[in-house]
C-alpha cells in the first residue's frame, strides 16, 4: 500500500509525501530493494542527491543485477556532482575580489613616469 501511494505521491510532485510513504515501506520491508529504490527516487525528486546515492545503493545491495537501480544511481551521483559544480561556482562569483588597477590606469601611471 504505501509503495503504491508514494509512486501516486512522486507522480502529484509531492516529495516529502512520497518520502515520508517510502520510508514507511523501507521499515516494514528492510529487505525489499523497491523500498529502497523509492526513498531513493523521493530523495532525488527534493533533491537529496547524496541521500539518494545511498538508499540506490542500498537497493542494488540487495538487487546487483538490476539495470533500473543502477541507471537510477549513476543518475543521483551525476546530480550530486552537477550540484556541487554549480554551488562551487556560485560561491566563487560570490567571494568578494580585491579591486584591481584597470589596464587604463596602469598605462596612465607608465606616462607620467615616461614625462617626468
Not at 543502477?70 to 554549480?86: F, Q, T, V, Y
Not at 561556482?89 to 617626468?116: F, Q, Y
Request: proline share 3%; glycine share 6%; hydrophobic share 40%.
Amino acid at each position: 500500500m504505501f509503495s503504491n501511494r508514494c509512486l501516486c505521491w512522486l507522480r502529484m510532485r509531492e516529495g516529502q509525501r512520497a518520502l515520508s510513504d517510502a520510508q514507511r515501506c523501507r521499515r516494514l520491508m528492510p529487505g525489499w530493494c523497491k523500498a529502497w529504490y523509492l526513498e531513493g527516487t523521493a530523495l532525488s525528486f527534493m533533491e537529496d542527491y547524496q541521500g539518494a546515492a545511498d538508499a540506490f545503493m542500498e537497493a542494488l545491495r540487495l538487487d546487483p543485477e538490476s539495470d533500473e537501480i543502477k541507471r537510477a544511481l549513476g543518475e543521483a551521483m551525476e546530480s550530486k556532482r552537477s550540484s556541487i559544480r554549480s554551488e562551487d561556482m556560485v560561491n566563487s562569483l560570490m567571494t568578494p575580489r580585491k579591486p584591481m588597477m584597470s589596464e587604463h590606469a596602469d598605462r596612465e601611471s607608465g606616462w607620467r613616469h615616461w614625462w617626468i
